[in-house]
């Protein structure tokens, strides 16, 4: 009887594995087929289209139609953009050392980087630089101006610029150096004791500035801790879970990656003996523009019960991309993998693919999701009201997605509503009054940045009275008493119709919005940052009561 049964397993065994290998060697002969046809249209098109191509440029557009069929984060890049990309992502490139902007066709030094070389040979904040090289910088792009301006270190160039102050025409010959980039945009200590971390992206440099962040707080006698991701798009992976290990203790889990397709992509990551600041409150600030790495940061500490998490519903970016570089020096970026919080939510929001979907996926991420369409009874989860911003403590709304079985205290279509736009839901979601029309519009045009630098320009103007000290400029700078002659000025030459209604509705936050900017100017991005925070930031303003220390410093 064994025999027997040993021999039909063997049969089936044996069929098994005919049956097998016939589906196998179709499907690679399937593949062969969609190879063989890619490889048809690229020697059809290079050999008989009517107009010359480039090899390279038509193999690059077939990679780019291919990943664009794909999810809206697989791209394909060129060798330029790996090189500006990897550049930004290392933490420092090759360059003269300025932040820039061009605005009005004319390109602007907004702050020579302190310690750099163009601040080294007197560049200042407000110079135009006119000419590259001996030629025109007039109308040059952003793109342009990183060709241009970024270069090997030791190399020279000659720019020529006008500085409206003197209202002469300078030359510099300026040697590019190596610039190291900072992924921490601002550290400071607030009057109540709380600590103070913008973090504007995560490079390869940032678990290290951020433990020299945390460690500078310390000693300056920091309570609790505010950690802004607003605005932060992400980027290295394991540099999330570094800070997130800053708080966290040995083996509490960070995040896990799952693939469909490839069991090495899965990967679980735990904290480990970072110790950084792991009892004292933490709150982290979010909003739409929160993507990827922050997610990871953000829902790490939430589903760790180790930090509050403030503001918006965030981006929704849970995938996980490889970059595969090519032999001319262009890469494609791939989706690998998804990636999911301790308590595992998945963090990706629903997507079409194509390109047309696309589109779409980064057009939604402009709409913010309100908690008015998610909550049943929204007053009942009402924190704090006031004039600019409603406050909602949403309770047990960030367990619903792991547990599915709690989404019954949400409606079936707003349960749906929830998981299909992904991302971090804050545990105080914060919903602003929407700022005017016209104030919208001097901000799309760049009308701050314009004012600011038209105050600076004025010998006359009382800022110019407080250029040496941030601290001073923001207690008793009181903003120009001729700002709405200022505004109607700048309308008129940007072609925007003043409303008289709306400046007076708006003009606290114009006068904010200028003096934020003047501050940039004068003192950095961080100068910026620190008017925002200390004298208006409401999120900061929500941190603090929810910490336990709400104080002047931050209303």
Known sequence: MSRILTVIVMVVVLAFGVFLGTRLNRGEQEGKG????????????RDLYVDEVQADSLAGAGIKGMVE??????????????????????????????????????????????GGPSAAVGMAAGDRIVAIDSVSAIGITHQEVLRKLRGKRGTTVKLKVFRPLSGKLMDFLVTRERISTSSIDAVFVLKDGTGYIRL???????????????????????????????????????????????FLHKNQLV????????????AR????????????????????????????????????????????????????????????????????????????????????KGGDGRDLYYKD??????????????????????????????????GVLSRPENGKVLQKGQYDLLRDAGGIIPDYWVSGRPYADF?????????????AQRILDDPASSV??????????????????????????????KKITFKKQAFIQERKNIALAVKARLAHRMFGAEGQIRVYIMQSDPLVMVASRVLGSETSAVR
Do not use: W
């Open 69 to 114: 069929s794909l999810d809206p984060h697989s791209v394909y890049l060129e060798p330029e953009e790996v090189s500006f990309s990897q550049a930004e992502f290392d933490g420092n490139f090759d360059g003269i050392g300025i932040e820039f902007d061009v605005i009005n066709d004319t390109l602007l030094v907004v702050t020579p980087l302190s």
């Open 34 to 45: 969609s190879e063989r046809k890619m490889v048809d249209a690229y020697s059809l098109i």
């Open 365 to 398: 991420a402009m709409v913010n999701l309100q908690p008015m369409k998610l909550f049943a009874a929204p007053e009942s989860y009402l924190y704090l009201k006031n004039s600019d911003i409603s406050v909602y403590r949403t309770g047990s709304l960030p």
């Open 439 to 451: 104030y919208q519009e001097l901000y799309a045009t760049g009308s701050f940045e314009y004012l």
């Open 255 to 266: 995040v896990y990656t799952k693939s469909a397709k490839n069991a090495v992509e899965d």
């Open 464 to 493: 110019q009275k407080h250029r040496k000290s941030l601290e001073r400029f923001i207690s008793d700078y009181t903003g120009e008493s001729r700002l709405e002659a200022l505004v109607m000025k700048v309308c008129a030459e």
């Open 269 to 352: 990551y735990e904290a480990k003996s970072g110790d950084g600041f792991e009892k004292g409150k933490v709150a982290v600030l979010v909003d739409k523009g929160s993507a990827s790495a922050s997610e990871i940061l953000a829902g790490a500490l939430q589903d760790n019960k180790r930090a509050v998490i403030i503001g918006e519903l965030t981006f929704g970016k849970g995938l996980v991309q490889r970059q595969f570089e090519f032999k001319d020096g262009s890469a494609m970026r791939l989706t690998v993998s998804r990636y999911y919080t301790p308590s595992g939510r998945q963090i990706q929001r629903t997507y079409r």
């Open 200 to 246: 504007s992206r995560f490079v390869a440099t940032t678990a290290g500035e951020f433990r020299k962040a945390l460690a500078l707080l310390k000693k300056q006698g920091m309570k609790n801790l505010v950690i802004d991701l607003r605005g932060n798009p992400g980027g290295f992976l394991e540099q999330a879970v570094e800070v997130a290990d800053e």
